[in-house]
């Protein structure tokens, strides 16, 4: 049995901060916390809130032109203030293990995953080059990587992203560290293979290690974490057992956090809050002030003192008892006035898929898939990574030509046209990508983005401003953003962005390839919210493609399966997340985390009303 009152790390008034031009960044503020064996404690916030670099301060790696400092940083009796490079390459991976999100960039593309395991035995005695080579076999092996005699000397490109991910935790934990931070461990994985991930920490907590996870999905730490620390601009705003911070939240930014997940709220009701519109913080004031529907002239100039609600449980808010706002108003009727067929009185199909099947050389991608989309309503598509549900996006979209099958789009041939035939059509269909930043030529300002695709001619140019600034307003954004790069933007502009340029051309169907999977749980709150406004207010039909079965859920009328190529179960959401028929559908919804995991009967999680 792991001894849980052995504290192996503390931490005690922890500072980062960086120089910038102009100023100086402060990262972390001041963070407290201590970590004993066998213990997971959970570090929960969106981008930015400073996670990331408390993590790499406890290992050395802050960041070029970081400052750290803190009153205690002790590690199992060592103090790790001030210790050398030397000391600092004998903590990482001997005592401290370090699981990053992107395993492809942290894992060496030149080397074998065995040699990368094998680098971190040899550099804490790990014995003869056969010894480290049978070790690093049974490490892949005790994170249930397949054939781990043979992946053992294969590349990281070589692995799909659930592997390379697993891969990475063999190499963080062969030196068995009695710390590992494991960093966003799971962020853009599968449900299933995150329910893998999050199954190997746990059995590595039971069997004693100290645990620090980061992550900034609640649903997820439910499942491993004993405690959780959320943090918000640098501090810890709340601070107490999982449970007590789950079900009983309160500081105002954990209660958003957890209203804007999709599995903790009922479909038709919204899950973001209203913005609130309100100064700055000065220097020692609340840094949710300026969101914060509680705030108080006294939260934006601080200082903000702790509270101790219950022991073990501090709140960073002097306005916990206040009364909560009003919910929002629940979101429209998801099924917008539209045009029906006479037909039992359904919506007119605006994407039929009849029998599809796609190759790209070897085993089909896509295997004579048929789906139906209707206007007014959502469809949507689920699946693992490698199931086909991109190339299906890439094939309603014109971009690729079917093996067999045929796609019709309004109820005109799509599939096998020539493109000239099928540009009348192109505006009436466009896509929301899931990486803006990435679809957006980087020299073009926002403005121009837009105006791509409005096709208004340059002489006309007060009619495309007000049409641009009109677009920027229906998606929640300040028409002043059209001068800014898409690089000035955060995530969430970004996507808005991606939208408004969507809607430039009036289309009557759009296609969201993992739209908001890249997003924080909050701004992904946001985009889902404004999807289902639009489609009330437009009658836009969306073919909305997601790995998150909790965001399907929410935002769909429809959904279909698809593993390995095909559609394995399809039909109305509730019945198919209520009532699964596929075994594969009964495994993904097994997989899916949600807050309510933490405790120890069914039930809902306390949630602002």
Known sequence: MPDSDRTLLTVEGLRVGFRVPGGRIEAVRGVDFTLAAGECLAIVGESGSGKSVTARALVGLAGTGASVGADRLELDGLDLRGIGDRQWREVRGGRIGLVLQDALSSLDPLRTIGAEIGETLQNHGGGTRAERRARAVDLLRQVHLPDPEIRVGWHSHELSGGQRQRALIAASMAADPPVLIADEPTTALDVTVQAQILDLLAAKKDAGTALLLISHDLAVVARLADRIAVMHGGRFVEQGEARDILVDPA???????????????????????????????????????????????????????????????????????????????????????????????????????????????????????????????????????????????????????????????????????????????????????????????????????????????????????????????????????????????????????????ALASEPEVLVCDEAVSALDVSVQAQILDLFVDLQRELGLALLFISHDLGVVHHISDDVVVMRSAEIVERGPVERVFQSPEHPYTKALLTALPSPEDVLDDPGPVARPT
């Open 251 to 501: 500081h105002p930014y954990t209660r958003t956090l957890l209203t804007a997940v999709p599995t903790t709220r009922p479909r038709g009701t919204r899950l973001s809050l209203t913005p609130i519109a309100g100064p700055p913080p000065g220097p020692d004031g609340c840094t949710y002030a300026a969101s914060c529907p509680l705030a108080a002239d006294s939260c934006r100039t601080g200082p903000i003192v702790p509270v101790l609600r219950e022991p073990g449980h501090a709140v960073l808010c002097p306005r916990t008892d206040e009364p909560w706002p009003a919910p929002p108003p629940p979101l429209a009727n998801r099924a917008a006035p539209a045009e029906t067929t006479g037909e039992d009185d359904e919506p007119a199909t605006v994407i039929e898929v009849t029998g599809v099947t796609k190759s790209y050389g070897g085993p089909p991608a896509v295997l004579e898939a048929s789906l139906r989309l209707r206007a007014g309503r959502t469809l949507g598509v689920v699946g693992e990574s490698g199931s086909g549900k991109s190339t299906l996006a890439l094939l309603v979209l014109g971009l690729l030509e079917p093996d067999a099958g045929t796609i019709e789009v309004l109820g005109r041939p799509w599939s096998a046209r020539p493109e000239r035939e099928r540009r009348a059509l192109r505006g009436r269909i466009q896509l929301v990508p899931q990486d803006p930043l990435a679809a957006f030529d980087p020299r073009y300002r926002v403005g121009r983005i837009i105006a791509e695709a409005l096709g208004v001619p340059g002489a006309w140019a007060a009619r495309r401003d007000r049409r641009i600034a009109g677009l920027l307003e229906r998606v929640g954004l300040d028409p002043s953003l059209a001068g800014r790069h898409p690089r000035q933007l955060s995530g969430g502009q970004r996507q808005r962005v991606a939208i408004a340029r």
